[in-house]
C-alpha cells in the first residue's frame, strides 16, 4: 500500500501558495490515501516527517512531496533519516526561491517537478546524502546537495536579508551578498584533511572550500559541474584566494560550471569520502543554505541513503 505526504512550506518564495497547492492536490482525486502538512517554522518539516514515519503501518510505503525551496528539502531529508526509515521516498515540488538541487537533473524540465500529477506518478532512484558532524558537541546536520565553508559561507549567510526584499530574485540576492563580501571576506584560513590525508596548501588560506553531492546552488551557481549523486563520494573542490581582480573572472567561470577546466591556476577538485576542516576557532559551515557555527566539522557521505522521487 502506498500513501502521500504532501509538506508545504507556506512561506517558501515570495508568497504563500499553500492554498493553491491545497486545491491542486484535491482536483487530483487521488484513490491512495493522502496527509498535508503546513509547516509553521524552521524544522517543523523535520518533526513532520518523522511523526509521519512513526505512525505509518509496516505495510504502508510513504511517498513525500517536499513542496518548498532547498531548506525544506533538507529539513524533510533530515527527517526520514533520523527515522531510520526505508519505506519511503521524498521528492521536490520547488516553490522556494532557490531549488537549486533539482537543476542537477539537466534532462528533467522544472515544469515536471512542478507538476503534481508527474511527481505522484514519478519513478523512484536511490540517492546519497551527506552529513556534517560538529566535533565540539557531536550535533550532526544532514543535506542532500552542497556543503562549504569560507567566502561562500559568508555569501550565504549574507544573502538571507537579501533574498525576501521585493523583485529580488533568488540569484540576485545571491549575486548582493557577493558584492558585499568581495570588500572584505576574501581570504579564510583552516586546514583540510581528506580521506585521512592532510592537504598541504600554502599558508592553509582559501577563498572557500566545497563538498558537493549535487551541482547547483545560491540561485544558479553551476559549483561542481560533474556531481554524481549516486557514485558515493563527495566532489571536493578548493579554491585558493585571488585578487578583486581575478575574482571577477573566477565567479564568472564559477557561475557557468567552467571553473575546473578555465582556474586551475587557483582551483583544485578531488573525490573523497570524507573532509575533515580544522581551524583553532568556529567557523561558519554552509549546509544547503543553513549557516551553522560548528567547531571541527567533519563532512561524509552516506552511499544510497534515501530514496528519490523523480516525475514521470
Do not use: W
Not at 515536471?112 to 508527474?118: E, G, Q, T
Not at 553531492?213 to 561542481?224: D, I, R
Amino acid at each position: 500500500m502506498q500513501k502521500h505526504l504532501f509538506v508545504i512550506n507556506p512561506v517558501a518564495g515570495k508568497k504563500d501558495r499553500s492554498g493553491i497547492i491545497k486545491k491542486a492536490i484535491e482536483r487530483m482525486l487521488l484513490i491512495e490515501p493522502y496527509d498535508i502538512a503546513i509547516t509553521t517554522g524552521v524544522g517543523n518539516a523535520t518533526e513532520i516527517v518523522k511523526e509521519s514515519l512513526a505512525s505509518l503501518p509496516s505495510n504502508y510505503f510513504l511517498r513525500i512531496y517536499s513542496c518548498g525551496g532547498d531548506g525544506t528539502l533538507s529539513e524533510i531529508i533530515d527527517g526520514v533519516y533520523r527515522s531510520k526509515s526505508k519505506n519511503c521516498a521524498v521528492g521536490a515540488i520547488p516553490i522556494g526561491s532557490g531549488n537549486d538541487f533539482i537543476k542537477y537533473f539537466i534532462n528533467i524540465p522544472a515544469e515536471k517537478f512542478r507538476s503534481l500529477p508527474d511527481m505522484v506518478k514519478g519513478r523512484i532512484e536511490t540517492c546519497d546524502i551527506i552529513t556534517v558532524k560538529d566535533s565540539k558537541n557531536e550535533q550532526e546536520r544532514v543535506c542532500v546537495n552542497i556543503v562549504s565553508a569560507g567566502f561562500d559561507a559568508a555569501v550565504a549567510k549574507g544573502m538571507k536579508k537579501y533574498k525576501h526584499l521585493p523583485l529580488v530574485s533568488g540569484s540576485a540576492a545571491y549575486n548582493l551578498s557577493v558584492i558585499e563580501c568581495v570588500i572584505s571576506k576574501m581570504r579564510h584560513k583552516f586546514s583540510l584533511v581528506a580521506d585521512g590525508i592532510e592537504i598541504k596548501d600554502v599558508n592553509s588560506e582559501y577563498l572557500f572550500a566545497i563538498c558537493a553531492n549535487g551541482s547547483y546552488y545560491g540561485g544558479g551557481f553551476k559549483a561542481s559541474p560533474i556531481s554524481d549523486i549516486r557514485d558515493g563520494l563527495m566532489d571536493f573542490i578548493r579554491i585558493k584566494p585571488v585578487s578583486r581582480f581575478a575574482f571577477a573572472t573566477l565567479i564568472g567561470a564559477f557561475k557557468r560550471g567552467e571553473h575546473l577546466v578555465k582556474m586551475k591556476k587557483f582551483v583544485t577538485h578531488a573525490l573523497c569520502k570524507e573532509l575533515k576542516i580544522l581551524s583553532d576557532k568556529e567557523i561558519d559551515v554552509n549546509i544547503d543554505g543553513e549557516i551553522i557555527p560548528m567547531m571541527n566539522p567533519t563532512i561524509s557521505i552516506l552511499p544510497n541513503e534515501i530514496n528519490l522521487i523523480l516525475p514521470e
